[in-house]
Structure formats: C-alpha cells, structure tokens
C-alpha cells in the first residue's frame, strides 16, 4: 500500500470518528439534495435541457482550442489581458508580477476552485501581501487554517455551533450560534476590505467566447464587489469553462443553480466584460489567466468527458461515500465524485490512486449530474489502469489470479466454495461474520458479513430438478 493510500485511508478513519461533521454534512447534503429536485422541477422540459447543456459542452470541448483563441481576440477586443498558464507554478507567478507592478499590498478574493488549486492564497501571503477571502464560506474556512470541504459551499464541514466559536476565537467577538449575527459580523469586517483592496480575485463560472464576458454567479454579492470596487481585476479560469456565445450561457445558467442550490438563479449573476471605459464602476484594467494544469492532456482521451463538469455540486450531495467522510477526506480541493475523477486525471494516478476507489458504483453522480457526465464509468476506467499499472496490492493480485483460476474450473470452484464455507463458519456468531484476520478485517472492522449459505444457488437448483 503506498504512503498516498496510507494517508487516504487515515483521513476516511478520522473523518468516520467525527460526530459534528455527520451533523454538518447531514444538514447541508440532504436540504441541496432536496432542493436541486425541487429546483428542476420546476424547469419545463428539463431532461431536454440537460441533453442542450451536455451538447454544448462537449462540443465546445472538441472546439476548445479554436474556442480558445476566439475568447482570448474577445477578450482583448474589449480592453483586457488574457495570460495563459501552463501550471500552478505560471498561474500563480502571472499574478505576483502584476501584483507587484502595479505595487498592490491588499487583495481582496471571490470564491475560485482554480486559486484553491493552484494554492494562489499561500503564494500572495507568502509575498508579503494581505490576502480576504469575502465569500462567507472562504472566509470562514481561512480564518480556521483549512481547504474547502464542498464544491459551492466550503464550509459545509463546520456546524454553526463550531463556526460561533472560530469568530469569537479569531475576531475576538461575543460568542453567538445565530447564522444572521453571524453573516452580520463578517459583512461589517468585510466591507472595508472591498473598499481598500487594490486588487480583487475571483474564479470564473463560464467564459464566452464570442464575446470576452466571463460569467461570475455567487448568492451573496461578494463577487460584484471584488470585480468592481478594487482598481484591478484578476480573473482565473480553467482552459475548460467556456461556452461558445450568450445564448449557451444561458442553457447553463438554468441549470447551474437549480442543480447546486435549487435555485432557478443564483442571486447574483456578473457579466464582466472588458475594463470600465466610461462607466463610473468597474476595474480600471482586467485580467483573466487561463489555466491548463494537466487539463489539455485529457482532451481525445476517454476522460475528456470529466472537463464538462459545471461545478454544480450536485454529484457530491447524492454521493454515499462524500456524505460519510466529506471533503477532507479526499486531500485534494475537489472532492466527491468529480474529484476522485478530476484529480488524478489531471494529477496523476500515481498520486491520487485511492480516489477512484471511494466509490460505491451506485451511479447516483451520473443520474444527477445536470449535463449526464459518465463518472462511474471513468472511475472504473481509472481502476483498470490503476489494475494494469501492477499497483494493486499483493494480497489483492493473489486473490483475483486465485479467484480466476477456479471460477473458470466449475469443480474446483464448487470444491472452493465447499471449503470456504466450513472454514468461514468457524468465524461466525448468529450468521454473521464480525471478524476476520487481516486483510479481510478490513472489511469487518466497520461491517458484518453473512455467511455463506447451507447450500450454493446452484447445489438448490440441482437439488430442486431431482426431486
């Protein structure tokens, strides 16, 4: 077992101990669940719509790079910059050079998946500047030191009970559990951050590429802010997130809220296209850095389909493996389902070999997935090559070589059974199996096993035609 799958494995044992985050994860996963079916619901023609959304996507996939140049001609067209990163390293250097060119000492940040990636933060405070996060949730996840644990909502991990004890610790307030006292105390620390900021950050939800505009939607107007009161605009954005014009955004629009939050739109939905010119509001200068990391190497292949992902959420709330361990628990910033995909995709597998396997198969992501992604099919994928790579365990090889040697021989195999049977009767207790030596104890540290049966399906069947 490598040291990846060690952690992995650990971090599974200390999330499954946590009492507060089944409490939180309860609470948050259930109300989206049943909202986003609320939501859709109230879509006419809705399966038509997410067969629109899916067609847009993957074909702008197959377009990307002609996409690509005709957004970045956009882009410039309207007055602004784009840069293209080929990394983490690259994205997070483009911003510290116009940092410091334009001599910013306060950022101020949206909520943004590709800065999370990239540890965009760490770079800047590590800089020496003054980094806030002003969404609510990234706001509360950097004051506890910690990544976000949900796609829409970062802080889904944390109770409001735990959230009233890291303001009173952090911002040195009364103590309160009220979620409006609470919305109310980051509000007043944070509107004079918008106001002093230099630079504002934020993620982009779609791009397009007829036009230049880069679509930002958040439910709490922190992102209008952070593109329009700071000088400078820095917009960072995966090579994928386009859509090839306005009428597309649209489509996806439609379905971006009702599948995250049940919403038929978010609140706030900013069209930012190009600098200001002579409007009184608005970015003197606006960037947006694409960013590739890994992304363009999975474009022809088989899990090309994972870069259609609208960062909905919706596969991680029906998830059963996310909604017991969380998000941490995956250590890496996407989590659920499309993270055990995306992540070692882009990644490497090498890296990230245990995320594919935290999955039940159940196919409950693809049903809610709002543009039909096939993620079982590309978490099996991931399995064959993890298999291939000779990466499997060696008890785990020994068994499936000893497995396939006597299923495919119906008498050995009857022979086996026969044997398994009596050997695993001697571990049981009322026709369940509660312990097994390792590395079967694996499997009943956490669950029983029944035992097998007096007799074979097929022992019945034989027995049923004789008589």
């Known amino acids: 077992m490598t040291q990846s799958t060690v952690a992995f494995h650990r971090r599974v044992t200390d999330a499954l101990a946590d009492h507060q985050l089944r409490v939180a994860l309860d609470r948050t996963t259930n109300r989206f669940a049943s909202s986003r079916l609320e939501g859709l619901a109230s879509l006419p023609n809705v399966e038509h719509v997410r067969d629109q959304a899916r067609a847009i996507r993957m074909r702008t996939l197959e377009n990307l790079d002609k996409q690509l140049e005709q957004f970045e001609e956009a882009v410039g067209a ?14 997070s250097r483009i911003v510290l050079d116009l940092a410091k060119s334009r001599k910013v000492q306060r950022v101020v940040k949206s909520k943004s998946m590709i800065s999370e990636e990239i540890e965009l933060n760490k770079a800047l405070i590590d800089a020496g500047l003054n980094v806030i996060e002003s969404d609510l949730g990234e706001y509360i996840i950097q004051l506890a030191n910690e990544m976000p644990s949900h796609i829409i909502a970062p802080a889904v991990h944390k109770t409001k009970e735990e959230v009233g004890r890291l303001f009173a610790a952090k911002l040195g307030v009364p103590l309160t559990h009220d979620p409006e006292q609470m919305a109310k105390i980051a509000r007043e620390r ?40 700071p000088r400078i605009h820095v917009a960072m954005m995966g090579i994928e997130r386009l859509v090839p014009t306005l009428d597309d955004l649209t489509v996806m629009l439609e379905l971006l809220a009702r599948s995250a939050t049940g919403q038929k739109l978010t609140v706030y939905t900013d069209l930012l296209t190009g600098p200001r010119h002579d409007e009184q509001d608005g970015p003197e200068e606006l960037h947006v850095v694409l960013l590739d990391n890994g992304r363009s190497g999975l474009l022809g292949t088989s899990m090309a389909e994972v870069l259609a992902c609208i960062r909905c959420g919706a596969c991680l709330n029906v998830c059963p493996v996310y909604r017991e361990i969380g998000g941490h628990a995956y250590g890496s910033v996407y989590p659920g389902p499309i993270g055990a995909v995306l992540t070692p995709a882009i990644g490497g597998l090498e890296r990230w070999e245990a995320l594919p396997m935290a999955s039940s198969l159940c196919g409950a992501c693809r049903d809610a997935c709002p543009v039909r992604i096939d993620l079982p099919r590309m978490l099996l994928e991931l399995r064959a090559k993890r298999a ?38 001697k571990f049981s207790a009322g026709g369940w199996l509660r312990w097994l030596p390792s590395p079967l104890s694996g499997w009943t540290s956490s669950r029983d096993f029944p035992v097998f049966a007096d007799q074979s399906f097929s022992e019945q069947w034989q027995s049923r035609r004789t008589h």
Request: cysteine-free; proline content about 2%; charged content about 15%.
């Open 388 to 425: 291939n790579a000779n990466r499997l365990p060696l008890w785990l090889k020994f068994g499936l070589k000893l497995y396939a040697a006597t299923a495919t021989r119906p008498q050995l195999f009857r022979a086996m059974v026969s044997v398994s049977r009596w050997v695993l009767g």
């Open 190 to 229: 944070l509107r004079n951050v918008f106001l002093r900021a230099d630079l504002g950050i934020s993620g982009v939800n779609f791009g397009v590429a007829e036009t230049g505009t880069i679509a930002i939607v958040t439910n709490e107007g922190n992102a209008s802010l952070t593109v329009s009161a």
């Open 78 to 91: 309207a007055g602004g910059h784009v840069h293209w990163a080929k990394n983490a390293t690259e994205a």
